[in-house]
């Protein structure tokens, strides 16, 4: 290639307009460097999801719901601007906590947390909550647990959908359980025993003898499935961890029993972890390409930073562009 090759635009200094949308701030950001660009360039992508009839599966890690994340994700549900959300067993909990009517509290990390274990607080870096809410909301999972027929299993995604129809009828307002089950979006908990809903189940049995057992294997076999099922997939990953690789292995699972695929589609992740280490929460989209999780000609982007930077600037902006989605072909699964 020759000099001219690389140089075909130039960097576009960012000018303020008063009044600006999110959306068309997102949109000049695309001319700038960085993980500005990069924030453009996820916000584009998630819009070319929704307008290619993606399936789309969002992976949430991290302390999502108690750093104030919920009611975005109770948007992106109930708007369908997702189809799927696998997500860590804490942030349901801490969403079944708040969906009762409790909350998390601005708080700090210069702390004495021998004080706040002496109050009964417990915090997450700059946020508290009060330990005995908490106790409240493992008794709500037990006396749902102890509502169910133990003489079968369930996957995670039945658990979830009838505890969110329950919180439905008992909670105090909405929820990413309570809305994802009345809008009939499914929701995956691959490592629920790891939280406070694990936690909650096994108090249920030590002292009730009630076993509530999760057949997690058929959750496997169901999202492989609805890659088969899909014109294309779209993957969105809040942080790493559990959900991001429950997601990743769908396509591998998928071509193991026989769907032609080829990766995912559309790929974009936020996260603060690096790709040195070798861990799955940093790893590049180019390594999955090596396991054929993402196509190869995919479009993806890493966005490193804060997901509580990120995603409320992302789903405001698709916020702004209703035309795009409102239309939009919903997914049909068959579970």
């Not at 099922?229 to 071509?255: C, D, H, L, R």
């Not at 026989?258 to 280490?277: C, E, M, R």
Request: aromatic share 10%.
């Amino acid at each position: 290639m020759k000099r001219k090759d690389y140089l075909q635009k130039p960097v576009e200094s960012f000018e303020i307009q008063e009044g600006a949308s999110v959306s068309n701030i997102l949109d000049r950001m695309a001319q700038i460097s960085f993980q500005g660009r990069n924030l453009s360039i996820a916000y584009q992508i998630w819009k070319r999801m929704l307008q290619d009839e993606a399936t789309i599966f969002l992976g949430l890690a991290g302390a999502m719901v108690p750093a104030g994340m919920r009611k975005i994700l109770v948007y992106l549900v109930e708007n369908r601007l997702i189809d799927c959300l696998v997500s860590t067993g804490a942030n349901l909990f801490h969403d079944v906590h708040e969906t009762l009517g409790r909350y998390h509290w601005i708080g700090s990390p210069h702390t004495d947390d021998v004080e706040l274990k002496d109050l009964g607080i417990d915090r997450i870096f700059d946020t508290f909550a009060i330990e005995e809410e908490f106790y409240h909301a493992d008794q709500y999972i037990a006396k749902f647990g102890r509502s169910l027929d133990t003489s079968r299993e369930y996957t995670t995604r039945e658990f979830l959908s009838r505890l969110g129809s329950q919180l439905g009828q008992d909670g105090k307002e909405k929820g990413i359980l309570t809305s994802a089950a009345e809008k009939g979006v499914p929701i995956y908990c691959p490592a629920i025993g790891d939280s406070s809903i694990g936690i909650a189940l096994a108090i249920l049995y030590e002292k009730e003898g009630k076993k509530v057992a999760f057949d997690t294997i058929k959750d496997v076999s169901e999202t492989a499935r609805m890659v088969i099922e899909a014109k294309n997939t779209g993957v969105i990953y809040v942080g790493g961890g559990t959900p991001k690789n429950f997601i990743q292995q769908t396509e591998v699972t998928a071509s193991y029993i026989g769907g032609n695929v080829t990766g995912h589609t559309y790929a974009i992740q936020l996260t603060a972890d690096a790709p040195h280490w070798g861990g799955l929460s940093g790893c590049t989209f180019e390594e999955a390409q090596s396991w054929g999780k993402i196509r190869k000609d995919a479009r993806m982007v890493s966005v490193h930073g804060d997901a509580t930077i990120a995603l409320p600037f992302i789903a405001s902006a698709l916020s702004e562009n209703r035309e795009i989605w409102k239309d939009r072909r919903i997914p049909r699964f068959s579970f």
